[in-house]
């Protein structure tokens, strides 16, 4: 059944209404029959019906994508025809973003500007990511005179890159965009709770002129997911989502030595020193927090703050948290929206209660059913104090508006307590001293430390962590090494006893 309508040809629906996996260039059913439902996180109303792939239909994706590089009907284009591509590719987004950010708004839950705002990210990434095609460089290795010694960048093969609910067009367009310029074929695998604009996507590169099989999507669950991942001819896995599933993709990557781009979980510290502006340190805090409604992988959910401010802190944070508009994500005034799902809710839920039980102290965090927010997956935004670092509400991640304050007493016990977690992922640090801003940002171990702002995400810079937190970098020139091998070529170039490894000893 459809609902919601994509601006998608006829073709792209099944007779009973819903939509169409995306295959070698074409709109198929599912081989069994198998649907899902996606369902609008403001109010629980039915948003689609969705084809839900299985092992066949993964397999006929993967192979498609596999006959297209093979075939060289893509990567064999010149640098400057893949790049213009995805230029166009780019203006097809922009030309339809007003609809992009509504699809993704009706499925994420994200407040409406938040999304437009997104998707304009979603353009400009792909306008950045056409320059790699011409920047993808190999280099001349110095050796023994008669030889000449080259390297390559060459693309990888096919690429599943399997993408999150809390950001879904622009989590798929920073792998997307760099796997094909590059040269790669890729199958796309959405979140079954947000599916909706990979498929709009796929028409705009089919619009944009890209071949049949460069660019497949399949939509499902974490079974879909699997299939996928265990394809034996899928060369790469790009994946972003739970640290428990990035381990277990890991696994099964081992078994064919797939190359894997990993972006995982994050509990994030962000750390106040007393010399800090309190004002701003709030603000920090929310903005750190409160984004997308605290479902994002970077979200400060950790706020250590200097033991001299931190009473003050508390205080100001609990007032501006407790005058945070809570509505439907199409409402201008709203500046947080639902949780994404009932699961979810439930799970941030189960976290708030986690906290009471392990003796913390909880302000808000409750469920809120109110005026025009009916059948939605709302909550109170959430703080917690006199929580210890070691206890779970601070050491796995809640993924939801709820975060932690803790204090403490000098440089030396912010930083340890910042590392005392698995993850690495993020980090911000507020201070107006730049020799200690120097001192914690070397010493926190994060993929990305911010200094008096949170949250930028350049897609210039490189995005990625340590530990627990992931594999591989995303955005930035680092995505050239994600996407690419690197071959060495060796060019004999004197005639005279050139079959004659041992006069190597002779040459060096």
């Known amino acids: 059944m459809t609902v919601v309508d994509l601006g998608l040809p006829p073709e792209a629906r ?41 092992a066949a239909d993964v397999d006929a994706a993967v192979t498609a994508a596999w006959q297209s590089f093979e075939a ?86 096919v690429c599943a890159l399997i993408v999150p609910w809390n950001g879904p067009l622009l989590s798929a367009l920073w792998k997307l965009g760099p796997a094909i310029v590059l040269g790669n074929s890729v199958v796309l695998k959405p979140s079954e709770l947000t599916p909706l604009t990979a498929l709009v996507l796929a028409e705009c590169c089919q619009e944009a002129g890209i071949p049949p099989g460069v660019v497949n999507m399949i939509a499902g669950g974490p079974a879909t997911g699997a299939e996928l991942v265990a394809h034996p001819l899928v060369n790469k896995i790009a994946f972003t989502g739970s640290t428990a599933t990035g381990k277990a993709i890991m696994k099964v990557a081992s078994e064919h030595v797939k190359r894997v781009t990993l972006e995982l979980g994050g509990k994030a510290p962000n750390i106040f020193f007393e010399d800090g502006d309190v004002s701003d340190a709030v603000l920090g805090a929310l903005s750190g927090l409160m984004r997308n409604t605290g479902q994002t992988c970077i979200a400060g959910a950790r706020m250590l703050v200097q033991a001299s401010m931190y009473d003050e802190f508390v205080e100001r944070l609990t ?22 799902s009932a699961k979810q809710l439930a799970r941030v839920q189960s976290y708030v209660e986690l906290a009471r039980e392990e003796g913390a102290e909880v302000h808000g965090g409750g469920l809120l059913d109110g005026d025009g927010l009916a059948g939605g997956y709302y909550m109170r935004p959430g703080l917690i104090t006199g929580a210890g670092n070691d206890l ?116 060096r």
Not at 430 to 435: H, L, M, P, Q, Y
């Open 14 to 54: 099944n007779a009973d209404g819903s939509w169409r996996l995306f295959v070698d260039g074409a709109w198929i059913d599912c081989a069994d029959g198998s649907r899902f439902e996606v369902h609008d996180p403001a109010d629980g109303s039915l948003v689609a019906t969705v084809t839900s792939g299985g």
């Open 72 to 157: 060289g009907r893509w990567r064999s284009k010149s640098p400057q025809s893949r790049a213009s591509a995805l230029l166009r590719l780019a203006q097809q987004i922009a030309r339809r973003s007003d609809e992009l950010a509504a699809i993704e708004t009706r499925c994420n839950g994200m407040p409406l500007r938040d999304a437009k705002a997104m998707v304009k990210r979603c353009v400009s990434s792909l306008e950045y990511a056409s320059g790699f095609a011409q920047r993808a460089y190999g280099q001349s290795v110095p050796v023994a005179n008669r030889y000449l010694d080259v390297t390559l960048r060459e693309p990888i093969g």
């Open 319 to 340: 007032a501006a948290v407790d005058q945070l508009r809570v509505g439907p994500p199409t409402a201008e005034s709203s500046q947080l929206g639902p949780i994404v």
């Open 392 to 507: 779970r509400v601070n050491q796995e991640e809640i993924f939801g508006p709820v975060g932690a304050v803790l204090p403490f007493s000098d440089e030396e016990e912010a930083v340890a307590i910042a590392n005392a977690t698995p993850y690495g992922l993020a980090a911000g640090v507020w201070t107006r001293d730049v020799k200690r801003a120097l001192r914690v940002t070397r010493a926190v171990r994060a993929g990305t430390v911010w200094v008096n702002t949170y949250g930028w995400n350049f897609v210039e810079a490189p995005m990625g962590g340590f530990k627990e937190s992931g594999l591989g970098r995303e955005n930035g020139s680092a995505v050239i090494d994600a996407y690419t091998e690197t071959k060495n070529v060796v060019i004999e170039l004197d005639e005279d006893d050139s079959l004659d490894i041992y006069r190597l000893r002779d040459v």
